[in-house]
């Protein structure tokens, strides 16, 4: 994903110099050619009628300046508005609007999801999906010994009555129901031992090391393998550590309820499964719609596990440790080795990104990637369903919110018709209650009426007229 220039007049200069050379070269073999010939007469000499970057021969660029122009002008003055400590950076018809220490780094929070869906869609096949199996042994409509619930790693398996609790309902949910409504479509009967969850697929390291004691187990994780309802059991206020003996004691739940007779208490043991046959599975959603999930909701969990994978599939190493490893040797690769990431939601202190490098990677992506369309809808979904409500970007402006402790953060793009989108990044640090919507909406406000009056100015058309008209 390479970096943006930030001198675009230098580069067209540089180009339209070297652009003469072929056409100067032209010129004079044929000059020397007219000069050999007496035969034939020197060609005519043409003068433009007009200068070669007047507005008569571009006038569409002249109106994407211009418009840049007004937008940047509607602006002014947000660098005061800012907290100490905080970029922004705006892009508009491929041009940068406004910049406000737009490359120093910054803590991003959640907008480090968008780095993790970039390093995801490079290393993850497109048809990735995450499988959970019922592993056991069965004679005459009865499980002889334990029915093992190995994980795959799916980040969005849950049950239908956990969905209504969640703060944003998981948009793809993988559902355990359904798994348990497959055993017992085997004539599955009775099971002489216990549910038994095996986590063994990915790395058990429950929490990222960076995350504080505030974040642990109610922003995110506990992690693992076999995450159902992101480790909640329903009706039981307390989160058990191990996320894997929750899905044991959920899927026993199940079970009982569907009829199934079960000998023994659900437990965990990792590898359990030996050489016990497979009795069913479940796969989630395609991993677009696992990023989309990601990205809307701003998931920390699928984040996470997500990392987990990409260190399986580059390193075979299932760990957040690889996949960490991973992202920074990409983004050096993409020409970003200045910005650090400590995990892969955003939760960890320490990871450092610019407002530039989130614009990039946002007008990098084409225009049907999940990096764009994963996003939030203003007024619609996820994290941006209550945000931006009747402004003129409802239903229009794609984001990704970030919050932490004195951090404040939104990326997104506005989409243009016949223009190239407006992208932007803000990035807030270090404001006295930043948590509190009345100090950081204002921004957020004034960002979307800026954007929603772009491309203001004249179109391409009347400019084109004006010129021609021109003595």
């Known amino acids: 994903m390479p970096r943006r220039t930030r001198h675009p007049l230098r580069v067209i200069a540089i180009v339209g110099a070297i652009g003469v050379v072929p056409f100067a ?5 044929g000059s020397t050619l ?3 010939t007496a035969a034939k007469s020197a060609p005519p000499v043409i003068t433009p009628a007009a200068p070669v970057l007047s507005a008569r021969r571009a006038p569409h660029t002249l109106a994407v300046d211009i418009a840049v122009r007004n937008l940047d002008g509607r602006l002014d003055g947000l660098e005061e508005t800012l907290p100490p400590g905080s970029c922004l950076r705006v892009d508009a018809g491929g041009r940068t609007a406004s910049a406000v220490r737009a490359d120093d780094t910054f803590e991003p929070a959640s907008n480090a999801k968008i780095i993790t869906a970039a390093v995801v869609l490079e290393i993850l096949p497109p048809d990735t999906v995450f499988t959970t199996r019922v592993l056991g042994a069965i004679e005459g409509g009865v499980v002889t010994g334990n029915l093992v619930l190995k994980g795959g790693g799916d980040p969005l398996l849950v049950t239908k009555d956990y969905l209504p609790l969640e703060k944003y309902p998981k948009t793809t949910p993988t559902l355990l129901d359904s798994l348990a409504d497959q055993v017992v479509a085997l004539g599955i009967t009775r099971i002489t031992g216990a549910v038994v969850g095996d986590e063994s697929y990915l790395d058990n390291t429950r929490y990222m090391e960076g995350w504080g004691s505030g974040i642990r187990g109610t922003e995110g994780g506990p992690l693992g393998a076999l995450l159902v309802n992101d480790g909640v059991v329903v009706d039981d206020p307390i989160k058990p550590d191990n996320p894997a003996i929750a899905a044991a004691r959920e899927f026993t739940r199940l079970l009982t309820a569907r009829g199934v007779d079960i000998g023994g208490e659900p437990r965990i043991a990792n590898g359990a499964d030996g050489t016990l046959p497979e009795l069913s599975a479940i796969n989630s959603a395609p991993l677009r719609d696992v990023l989309a999930e990601m990205l809307t909701n701003s998931n920390n969990n699928s984040a996470e596990l997500l990392l987990r994978h990409v260190g399986l599939a580059a390193r075979q190493t299932p760990t957040s440790t690889a996949g960490l490893e991973v992202t920074a040797e990409l983004l050096a ?6 910005t650090v990431v400590q995990d892969g939601s955003g939760l960890s202190r320490g990871s450092d990104i610019s407002c530039s490098t989130l614009v990039a990677f946002l007008e990098d992506a084409p225009a049907d990637s999940v990096l764009r369309t994963g996003l939030a809808l203003a007024g619609r979904t996820g994290t941006l ?5 009747g402004s003129p970007i409802e239903g229009r402006f794609r984001g990704k919110t970030g919050t932490l402790t004195n951090v404040k953060t939104l990326s997104g793009h506005l989409p243009v018709e016949n223009s190239e989108d407006v992208v932007f990044s803000a990035l807030m640090l270090n404001g006295a209650g930043l948590a509190d919507q009345g100090n950081y909406r204002p921004l957020w406000d004034r960002l979307a009426r800026a954007m929603a009056t772009y491309p ?16």
Do not use: H, I, K
């Open 385 to 389: 369903s209550d945000t931006f409500v």
């Open 25 to 29: 070269s032209l010129w004079f073999v």
């Open 333 to 338: 690769e993409w020409g970003y080795p200045d």
């Open 34 to 36: 007219a000069n050999r």
């Open 456 to 471: 203001e100015g004249p179109d391409s058309t009347a400019l084109s007229v004006a010129a021609l008209s021109a003595p």
